[in-house]
């Protein structure tokens, strides 16, 4: 990926979520399976944490929720490494 440098993440601490999917050790696309499969869980306006650590997730997670009308909140780095993605479920 020479040449091309990733969005950066936020350094703020992170708001709380309404679930938290854990995905750290997991190589896309099964972060976004196990968000798809979860985020009915939530209600409407609640907030998923994403916790990933495959370099892949940190831009398909808010792809997918450009295509599937969700709202990438934010990516905030974890201390361990890795990202908490935070995605608010809008239907």
Not at 1 to 26: F, H, K, V, Y
Request: charged fraction near 20%; glycine fraction near 4%; hydrophobic fraction near 45%.
């Amino acid at each position: 990926m020479a040449g091309r440098q990733r969005p950066a993440a936020e350094e703020a601490p992170q708001p709380s979520a309404a679930l938290t999917i854990d995905a750290l050790g997991r190589k896309c696309p099964i972060p976004i399976i196990m968000l798809a499969e979860q985020i009915n869980n939530v209600p409407l306006n609640a907030t998923v944490s994403v916790l990933a650590d495959d370099p892949a997730a940190f831009t398909d997670i808010p792809a997918w929720c450009r295509l599937k009308s969700h709202h990438h909140v934010a990516s905030y780095e974890l201390p361990q490494g890795g990202w908490a993605i935070h995605v608010r479920r809008n239907y």
